[in-house]
T-cell receptor, first 113, second 112 residues
Framework: ETGVTQSPTHLIKTRGQQVTLRCSSQSGHNTVSWYQQALGQGPQFIFQYYREEENGRGNFPPRFSGLQFPNYSSELNVNALELDDSALYLC????????????FGQGTRLTVV | GENVEQHPSTLSVQEGDSAVIKCTYSDSASNYFPWYKQELGKGPQLIIDIRSNVGEKKDQRIAVTLNKTAKHFSLHITETQPEDSAVYFCAARKTSYDKVIFGPGTSLSVIP
């Protein structure tokens, strides 16, 4: 186990709704990245947070937003859900200052109907 | 743009045989090359990584090689076991904290 925990593990939402996913990073890690993994594909980078600031963003629209809290936990918010947002959302944490590799949580399976 | 290609997409081997997965990357600034194993219903698990100043790295039954000139890297699993069955992703990143660019994955099946 990596020590990175995500909640909830599964959820179902209706198109047009909003959703918040949560991630607790591994103890001591100050950097959190979020990825979207569609079925049968590799994870795609959404954005990264370092010390509560967004620090890099992939090719995702502004309706994907995030937060990082002082304890380094993080949230991913998605507004105006679309059917194509159905995917496994992964959170990864690392300790940037010490050059550590990223460790992933088990993911949240989001289904948009 | 940044891209990682991976093949084969599926691989089936007999227990005890070796498995090889090959990847190429496009961004010459990439310096870290992690490999992840993803089992059904779980997140990717880091199994080994190699940095650009190293040509080969081994960890028990797993070995990775890197040819930075050709932008190729490979994963070798020897003496495969049924529990090695999973999806394997190669990946590349510029620094250890940069975004991870994943390949499309290889579904490995080890037949007992």
């Amino acid at each position: 186990e990596t020590g990175v925990t995500q909640s909830p593990t599964h959820l179902i939402k209706t198109r047009g709704q909003q959703v918040t996913l949560r991630c607790s990073s591994q103890s001591g890690h100050n950097t959190v990245s979020w990825y979207q993994q569609a079925l049968g594909q590799g994870p795609q980078f959404i954005f990264q947070y370092y010390r509560e600031e967004e620090n890099g963003r992939g090719n995702f629209p502004p309706r994907f937003s995030g937060l990082q809290f002082p304890n380094y936990s993080s949230e991913l918010n998605v507004n105006a859900l679309e059917l194509d947002d159905s995917a496994l959302y992964l959170c990864a944490s690392s300790f940037r200052d010490f050059n550590t590799e990223a460790f992933f949580g088990q993911g949240t399976r989001l289904t948009v109907v | 743009g940044e891209n990682v290609e991976q093949h084969p997409s599926t691989l089936s081997v007999q227990e005890g045989d070796s498995a090889v997965i090959k990847c190429t990357y496009s961004d010459s600034a990439s310096n870290y090359f992690p490999w992840y194993k993803q089992e059904l219903g779980k997140g990717p698990q880091l199994i080994i990584d190699i940095r650009s100043n190293v040509g080969e790295k081994k960890d028990q039954r797993i070995a990775v090689t890197l040819n930075k000139t050709a932008k190729h890297f490979s994963l070798h699993i020897t003496e495969t076991q049924p529990e090695d069955s999973a999806v394997y992703f190669c990946a590349a990143r510029k620094t250890s904290y940069d975004k991870v660019i994943f390949g499309p994955g290889t579904s490995l099946s080890v037949i007992p």
